[in-house]
């Protein structure tokens, strides 16, 4: 029989038995629709009489029964061969298939399986706690970068057995003759204790009326290590320095 499919219009041809007499659901190959294939209307005709009956004989007025010859027996072999499944035709796409494996008219939803949300979420715990320890690995030895919004120390804290003197006093500040503002500074690192210490850099920040800094500079040390009581004298000067500068500090520069 031929059928077709109501979503595309795809022709099969199929033996009967592959549908049967009551029908059933059936797929298409070229666009996966499903629908159910009545099966094939079988036309009655009559028994017709053998036509080697014997005629009713008008002595006896009897009928005489043709007897059957008994069928050849087949080999073994061919007992035991399987038949060949039968092949089916696409007349649409030209294409042949055979009845291996399951139907190609079986009814297949599209089932999908069920999400563990419990492995779900713990796959995901794991990938954040591996993340933020990998975070706080890398601030720990680099630090944060500078992009982050946080506060952060202008100076960096005492250092032991040195002691930073830079006077107000010593501080000069002033507009020269040809319009250039100028700043100068002048001070001592002493070490105060009883071991050598390293001197680190030290920051000069200048800051308006407002407490902003508007202007800083680092100034390295003659001397980067100090035994004890020595003392080291600094003088720095730095011109174009903002005209809103109206004081200074100094520290040492932070790590």
Known sequence: MIIACPACATRYAVPDSAIGIDGRTVRCAKCRHSWFQDGPVLDMVEGIAPPHAAEPSAATDTVADPVAAPPEPRPAAAR??????????????????????????????????????????????????????????????????????????????????????FPPKRQDRRTLPNGTEYFGASGTVSNI?????????????????????????????????????????????????????KSAEIGWKPA
């Open 80 to 165: 035991e061969a399987p038949a060949p499944r039968p092949a089916y035709y696409d007349d649409t796409t030209g294409s042949q298939f055979t009845d291996e494996g399951p139907s190609r008219f079986d009814f297949a939803p599209p089932f999908r399986p069920r999400r563990n949300w419990a492995r779900i979420g713990m796959a995901a715990a794991i990938v954040f706690a591996v993340v933020t320890l990998g975070l706080a690995g890398v601030v720990a030895w680099a630090g944060l970068p500078d992009w982050v919004p946080v506060a952060r120390p202008t100076f960096a804290q005492a250092q032991q057995d040195l002691a930073l003197d």
């Open 193 to 245: 204790g009883r071991e050598t210490r390293s001197v680190p850099t030290i920051l000069i920040v200048l800051r308006d009326a407002r407490e902003r800094i508007v202007y800083s500079w680092e100034v390295v040390p003659p001397k980067r290590e100090l035994a004890p009581g020595e003392t080291i004298t600094i003088n720095e000067a730095v011109t174009d320095v903002p005209k809103s500068a």
